[in-house]
């Protein structure tokens, strides 16, 4: 007899403190100026907060597909959580740079669990025909949250004090806490699991290195720190692959066995792409081509992230209905289009026609992403699930900090290439062309990824899938 969950509940639980993970990821992005002068660093050590932080989910999601086998659900969510809450907690009463980089660790440490758990556990206790409803949820807070943390954090910074973006997180997280407590139930069978420990120093040291070696190359790809490191990771990985032909691997690469999945994966790395080089893209052009200040990009910003979420918790209730193949191809027609139109950016463009595109855009890659993630991931039998979220999500943080440096490559490229051709480089005017035409370029880069995976959505048929254990 199929076990029946309270659902529900279960998932409220999960996203309340994911959110807090979310937020995190991005709020301090937008005071790094403000921590600079507060604990008297450079630049690139306050850097560190953000690629510190995206540098631990990259080193610790590999191995949660093996910590949800070994660790009840239960468990694990309060392992993870504690984590993100005394992290919260040590980033409001920082006294220097040092703790205040802990704190970032230790939130990072309780997202990389927590994030591939929740997936997890929602494709356990969501039979098939409604995981998509429950995907486009999780969608909303995926991608209103780091949206939110920008323009939330600029506003009290300007009001009030940095302290306050972690002071007003810590409550949430204690009340997602309490109500897991009450709700979240154990919905994975633990078994006794062996950790290969030179698997494990490959996976660290190569994903690890991938990840640092982007997170550094936006200003300079021949910097011999961002060669070596990304060198280092692949070779790592290699190792790494060819070691997992075992019984008891940490990350079962049998899910790459399945096209589907393979497809879908490919899709979501492609809005992912799109995603954070839109990002760290539009707020240069806003502010340094339009002259606009940090909050109200932020503000500007914000809509788009709410047409975001809201098209994610549709497309998952449409994916319920119909399927995928209504949200995948449509949504990337769509997205091309806007891109296409995000090419023809001038400093003179509209801020309305701007904020319109990226609203449209916005909703182009909510569409794609449930429903291409959603798909992907009901081609797995149960036995894989905790591996095919596991690997979803550490190729989501490698994409990001990838397709974050190639966005800066290319603008700052372009940039160069403008100036050098200009007769007045210096002149205000001419600095705002010159981005404009560096955001260009990043746009029709964009196109093309976008074009590629619309390529792959037409051989992403439907395939019969195994039933799971809870329908």
Known sequence: MTKKYNSSAILASLLICAFVGFFSETSLNIALTILME??????????????????????????????????????????????????????????????????????????????????????????????????????????????????????????????????????????????????????????????????????????????????????????????????????????????????????????????????????????????????????????????????????MLLPGSAVNGALQMVSGRIFDKYGHKVLVMPGLIIMMISLFFLTTLTPNSSIGLIVALHMILMGSMAVVWTGAQTHALNQLPPELYAHGSASLNTLLQVNGAIGTAVAISILTSGMNNYLAHSSHPKQLSEISNAIASGANNVFWSLMIVAIIGFIISLFMNRTKISPTVNE
Do not use: H
């Open 38 to 299: 507060v604990f008297q660093v450079k630049a690139s050590t306050a850097q560190w907060l953000t690629t510190g932080y995206l540098l631990t989910l990259g080193i610790i999601m590999p191995f949660t597909g093996l910590l949800i086998q070994m660790f009840t659900t239960r468990k694990l969510f309060f392992i993870s959580t504690t984590s993100l809450a005394m992290g919260t907690l040590l980033g409001a009463l920082s006294v220097n740079f040092e703790m205040l980089m802990f704190a970032r660790i230790l939130q990072a440490a309780g997202m990389g669990l927590l994030l591939p758990l929740m997936f997890n556990t929602v494709l356990v206790i969501f039979p098939m025909e409604k995981r998509g409803a429950a995907m486009g949820t999780i969608g909303l807070v995926l991608s209103f949250a780091p949206a939110l943390g920008p323009a939330l954090s600029g506003i009290l910074i300007q009001f009030m004090s940095w302290r306050f973006i972690f002071w007003l997180l810590l409550p949430f997280v204690l009340i997602g806490m309490f109500f897991a407590y009450k709700n979240l139930e154990n919905v994975t069978e633990v078994k006794k699991q062996r950790i290969d420990l030179i698997s494990a120093v490959l996976s660290t040291v190569g994903f690890g290195s991938i990840v640092y070696g982007f997170g550094q190359a936006g200003e300079s790809w021949t910097n011999p720190i961002v060669i070596t490191s990304i060198v280092i990771g692949l070779i790592s990985l290699a190792f790494f692959v060819k070691r997992q032909n075992t019984e008891e691997p940490v990350l079962n690469l049998n899910v790459f066995k399945y096209p589907v999945f393979v497809m879908g994966l490919i899709l979501v790395l492609v809005c992912m792409l799109v995603l954070m080089s839109t990002m760290i893209i539009l707020p240069i052009y806003l502010q340094t081509g339009a002259g606009l200040s940090v909050l109200v990009t932020g503000l």
